[in-house]
């Protein structure tokens, strides 16, 4: 947080602002595929005001994230495609042998790419706009892509929203307590999957 303290203060300004519904939606857009800071930070503060309305900021902020997350792969597939000729052949030759091998990893683990794919979008540790831009890269179907991605961030924001719409402020004084340990089992079941999904059969 001390890296980006100040746009963290600017998104929770941001959501005590009138128009905080539409900066909620860009907040989730641009955070698919280039904002560092994620849209909890504005829909807790949202939710707990209006909690009432929780489920709605939450599906708002779902839907415009996964617009955003379509943008992210098309920027990975298309910037990839672009600037592959200005590697050195040498390079070129490299990223193409590990394009390929997750290519045949996808094809051959496919229900294991999908798991690590919800999986990816659920923890909060892995800055969504990596996995948007390297499901692009690697070309993983569009529909299966944003499924998994409704799935991974339906169940983040869900969550939040009945937590709050339940416990109210207890809710976020237990989120900011363990969201580091939440965060790391994530991040440790998401690896393991890997491990498992890129492991030679």
Not at 169 to 175: D, G, I, N, S
Request: hydrophobic content about 55%; some cysteine; overall charge positive.
């Amino acid at each position: 947080m001390r890296l980006f303290g100040s746009l963290y203060a600017r998104a929770l300004a941001w959501a005590r602002h009138p128009r905080a519904i539409y900066y909620l939606c860009g907040l989730s857009f641009f955070e698919a595929f280039i904002f560092p800071v994620m849209p909890e930070v504005m829909l807790m503060p949202m939710m707990l005001g209006r909690r009432q309305q929780s489920f709605r900021y939450a599906n708002l902020s779902l839907a415009f994230s996964l617009l955003g997350s379509l943008v992210g792969y098309l920027l990975g597939h298309f910037a990839y495609e672009a600037v592959r000729p200005l590697f050195s052949p040498h390079m070129q030759a490299t990223v193409a042998t590990w394009v390929d091998h997750l290519r045949t990893d996808m094809r051959q683990h496919w229900p294991a790419m999908l798991g690590a794919l919800m999986l990816a979008a659920l923890q909060p540790v892995i800055p969504m706009k990596f996995v948007t831009w390297a499901a692009g890269i690697v070309g993983v179907p569009v529909l299966p892509f944003l499924a998994c991605m409704a799935v991974g961030r339906g169940k983040r924001v869900w969550l939040l929203a009945l937590l709050i719409r339940v416990y109210g402020e207890q809710a976020e004084r237990v989120l900011h307590r363990h969201i580091e340990w939440i965060g790391w089992f994530a991040l440790t079941a998401l690896a393991a999957l890997a491990a498992w999904w890129l492991w030679p059969k």
